[in-house]
């Protein structure tokens, strides 16, 4: 249960954020619909979670595979999202809980993810993290190592390809944001055209609570937005 006080907070919270999407939607021709908001709950509770469940959000995100764990028994019945680094003694408990790994951030855990796939007798859908804005902090992909990645991309039988994952660097003026967003759906429509078609490559998970109205109209098809939405919950 959360207080009365921060359920109005919360409710009001992701009401905004809804005609933020659907205005920035607009801007870009694109239906609202094409875009998934993804609640990242890495900084509340399981009951502000649960609170966001019931008012009809059903996409949530988290970057701890722990975190997740806890979270995903309490809320069996959401889509998960797994948005931070994934350890491979991790991926095992983890992979079956989440409908989509955001954050696949170098070879080695593909091949763990194809192997641990085998024996699961599953297929995983995941994204690449791309780490478009060469921060040196940032884990990913660097955008001219893709295509070397292609031939071993197209050896995976149990893992699938989405698309492309991004954190922009943090400006105070998103717009300056825009670069990134462009480059990684640029990369995305490229690697689409040369990979096998086995790999999706739609999608594009792009936009934080700084910056996510720009991502939309780049072409995000998912937004990870936490700090906004929390914003005023005790
Ligand atoms: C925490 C986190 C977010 C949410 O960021 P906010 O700025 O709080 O909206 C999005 N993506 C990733 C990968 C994160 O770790």
Known sequence: MISE???VTLERNLHSIEERLLRASERANRRRDEVTLIAVTKTVSVDVASALVEMGQTHLGES???ELWKKAEALPEVEW??????QTNKLARTI???KLTHSVDREK????????GAK???TWSVLLEVNASREESKTGFVPEAMTALIPRLNELKHVRIHGLMTMAAWEENP??????????RELRDDLKNRIDDRHPMNELSMGMSNDFE????????????????FEGIS
Request: charged share 20%; aromatic share 6%.
């Open 5 to 7: 006080a921060n359920r």
């Open 64 to 66: 701890r595979p722990q």
């Open 81 to 86: 999202h797994l948005i931070g680094h994934l």
């Open 96 to 98: 079956p809980l989440v």
């Open 109 to 116: 855990l593909l091949f763990a993810l194809e192997n641990e």
């Open 120 to 122: 699961q007798e599953q």
């Open 175 to 184: 717009e300056e944001c825009r670069s990134t967003f462009v480059l990684l």
């Open 214 to 229: 720009v991502a939309v109209e780049e072409g995000a098809t998912f937004v990870r937005v936490g700090t906004s939405l």
